[in-house]
């Protein structure tokens, strides 16, 4: 028997999980919202950051969340090297295309990381994260409310960077009308490289906490990609704020699927949420904004 | 990417070169059965990647999950011969029909958005169908694999009988037969008024149902075909290699191979697909390997991004264009 207990427990941790999930999509969903440009690679620049963060933490013993600037530095330097090196002289032909190129830049990048770093899973767990808090027989750990803080607060901030600050309102006004942004003087191919590499930035954000709370090698990013599309559709494109409701609902759904059946199957709950929303509502739960 | 699909002689001259070629491989090259077994591998590869082909240079739909079809073409027929008991040809078409049935499961869904959706949608399934077999253990044996899967029976032609059990060259002219059937199936579909309907969708999906053509049941109807060559072949694979996991059938390498085979082959052929795999196949096995051990794969990516960026009719589209 499942006690009330037990299932309090998962659905704090499911919620708690499921605003890191929104981060470790945010990337993926505000390419595709802005640029309508599903980025394959997204997974693997996540797990570049987490890389990078498992090497300051082994040569200088550096905590994973002071990493995370040079995570976000480098993922997006690589997402900024993408855009210019090939996806600037394909980004008017057919969809089709830009969605190979980014899937063969995201299987160079997997093959690269297992040539230099092996296939083993790393963690990047340091011990005070390990460390619960308790609230009657309820424990959360101090890794999993750091980790909550960092998401929420990127998505608050990407969110308000977009609606408050000029080169957000900018980035969204191409987004809606290419043309009239661009006769209103607006650099339109600038905003689309500076675009992608927020985009590369924010995905090298989610690999430090991918890290510290499990693991990452490098067939985790393609995983990655496929739940950050998953989460996108379940919020609908185009809605920053509602990433955070469909993290939730995957987050927990998932911790339910461990308690009641097996955590076997635990992937099996998203897949089945997105044929669901494809069939039922495939706008998604907030979508139809920008 | 603009191409266009010309059913000028010169294509079918190149097939009828291909088949030569393959016919005569082992003699020119060797049957020592280690390179035999690279040949089989090739030939598998390269009607996977006519099969994919068919969706993306027919009907403009790219997958990133062909894996999906490919995995449960292997152990469907694996099962049915093992656990059934059936005839080994008989469970080979009952795999590919199940493929079919995989296919729409995800087709129906997915095809109802334009977009990426189904190119994703499918790279989900195909994760979802690894899992599935990892876990469904009373059936499929989970993660540990299953051995011992039977040879295909010998073909009795006249006085001759040819043994798949023991002889590679059996395997791999049947290999190339099937190839060769998989081929005749995608030219007679593209050839039909459904190919016609398959490449106004390629070309633009909303002027295509703006003149009435049923651009959903296209669709599927390409995925299906496709997803009943890619299980057939992984039916193949399994009464070939003998073994099946989770890990092996639906390993990603069935779902991005045959994209880089298709990419550079020339995706707006039907005939190139086969030759890009082909000419991948021993790329990979006798170049790139040698520099990457672990990571050679990492060619296959950069192999991709340079191909649609710089060259995105292919190799053979090239050549062609030229004549």
Not at chain 1, 248 to 257: K, N, P, Q, S, W
Request: with cysteine.
């Amino acid at each position: 028997m499942i006690s009330t207990t037990t299932i309090i427990q998962s659905i704090l941790s499911g919620l708690l999980e499921g605003v890191n999930y929104a981060l470790y999509c945010l990337g993926l969903a505000f390419v595709f919202g802005i640029m309508r440009i599903i980025n394959m690679a997204h997974g693997e620049f996540l797990v570049l950051g987490g890389y990078i963060a498992y090497w300051l933490l082994i040569k200088w013993g550096l905590n994973p969340l002071l990493s995370l600037p040079l995570a976000a530095a480098f993922a997006a330097g690589a997402s900024f090297l993408s855009y210019r090196v090939f996806l600037q002289r394909i980004r008017t032909t057919a969809e089709l295309n830009t969605l190979i190129l980014t899937f063969g830049i995201g299987i160079f990048l997997s093959n690269l990381y297992l040539q230099l770093w092996s296939a083993d899973l790393r963690n990047i767990g340091v011990h005070w994260m390990e460390n619960p808090l308790q609230f009657g027989g309820i424990y959360i750990s101090l890794g999993e409310i750091a980790t909550f803080a960092v998401s929420f607060a990127g998505v608050l901030v990407l969110h308000f960077f977009l609606r408050r600050s000029k080169m957000g309102k900018a980035i969204r006004i191409t987004a809606i009308d290419r043309d009239a942004a661009a006769l209103a003087g607006i650099d339109v191919e600038r905003i689309d490289l500076l675009a992608f590499s927020i985009g590369g930035l924010l995905a090298g954000l989610g690999g430090p906490l991918l890290g510290a709370l499990s693991f990452v090698s490098p067939g985790t990013g393609i995983a990655i990609t496929i739940k950050a599309f998953i989460l996108t559709v379940l919020a609908g494109v185009g809605s920053i704020p509602g990433l955070i409701v469909a993290g939730m609902i995957l987050g927990v759904g998932e911790a339910m699927t461990v308690t009641f059946i097996t955590s076997s199957y635990r992937e099996l709950f998203g897949f089945v949420l997105f044929l669901v929303i494809l069939l039922v509502r495939p706008s998604g739960l907030f979508g139809k904004r920008i | 990417m603009k191409f266009h699909l010309s059913f000028r002689s010169s294509e079918k001259m190149i097939a009828v070169i291909t088949f030569a070629v393959v016919l005569s491989l082992p003699f020119i090259l060797s049957f020592n059965p280690y390179y035999l077994s690279i040949f089989v591998s090739a030939l598998i590869l390269g009607s996977t990647s006519l099969a994919w082909n068919l969706l993306a240079g027919g009907c403009g739909q790219v997958s990133f999950g062909h894996a999906a079809f490919f995995g449960i073409g292997a152990y469907a027929s694996a099962l049915l011969v093992m656990k059934a008991g059936w005839n080994p040809f008989l469970a080979m078409l009952v795999a590919a029909i199940l493929g079919v049935l995989g296919a729409l499961i995800i087709g129906i869904p997915a095809f109802r958005l334009r977009g990426p959706y189904f190119a994703l949608s499918i790279l989900g399934f195909a994760e979802v169908m690894k899992l599935l077999t990892s876990n469904l253990t009373r059936l499929t044996e989970g993660s540990k694999g299953i051995f011992n899967i039977p040879s295909l029976p010998p073909i009795r032609l006249g006085g001759i009988s040819l043994e798949f059990y023991l002889s590679r060259t059996t395997n791999y002219y049947f290999a190339a037969a099937l190839m060769f059937g998989i081929y005749l199936i995608i030219y007679l579909l593209r050839h039909s008024n459904t190919g016609l309907a398959m490449s106004t969708v390629r070309g633009d999906e909303e002027t295509a149902a703006g003149i009435g053509v049923p651009v959903f049941r296209t669709k599927v109807i390409a995925l299906t075909v496709s997803a009943f060559c890619t299980a057939l072949m992984g039916a193949f694979y399994a009464h070939y290699v003998h073994f099946l996991s989770p890990d092996s059938a639906f390993d990603g390498y069935w779902s991005v191979m045959p994209i880089v085979g298709s990419l550079f082959g020339g995706i707006g052929t039907l005939i190139g697909p086969s030759i890009g795999a082909l000419v991948i196949t021993g790329l990979d096995e006798f170049i790139f390997k040698r520099f990457f051990e672990t990571g050679h794969k990492l060619f296959f990516g950069l192999l991709l991004a340079v191909v649609i960026v710089w060259a995105p009719v292919g190799l053979l589209g090239k050549w062609m264009r030229k004549k």
